[in-house]
Nanobody, 120 residues
């Protein structure tokens, strides 16, 4: 079992930056692939970024996040980050982190989410 807690959300002007953090409790954090997802108002939850288990050398991003967002992990701190730069109003919503065990197809564990609001 893994419990995930996000933090770092808030209100920011367009063009600004935020860094989201997600800290896990439980065991074997470094054996989990990790991801960030966004649920915009009135929309379904969408993929933003993912990072592989272990050394975190493999990452992938939604087209909307490429070049602006960076996902990273610190296994010593059981934490995954999402650095968000050049924020746009369309980035507004609740950001969730998620974890899945190595080889799993679907994300198994989810945090409660953190609100990000980007004003124009």
């Amino acid at each position: 079992q893994v419990q995930l807690v996000e933090s770092g959300g808030g209100l920011v002007q367009a063009g600004g930056s935020l860094r989201l953090s997600c800290t896990a409790s439980g065991r074997a954090f470094d054996t989990y692939d990790l991801g960030w997802f966004l649920q915009a108002p009135g929309k379904e939850r969408d993929f933003v970024a993912t990072i592989n288990f272990g050394d975190g050398r493999r990452t992938a991003y939604a087209d909307s996040a490429k070049g602006r967002f960076t996902i990273s992990r610190n296994n010593a701190k059981d934490t995954v980050y999402l650095q968000m730069n050049s924020l746009k109003p369309g980035d507004t919503g609740v950001y969730y982190c998620a974890a899945k065990g190595w080889g799993r197809s679907n994300y198994e564990y989810w945090g409660q989410g953190t609100q990000v609001t980007v004003s124009s």
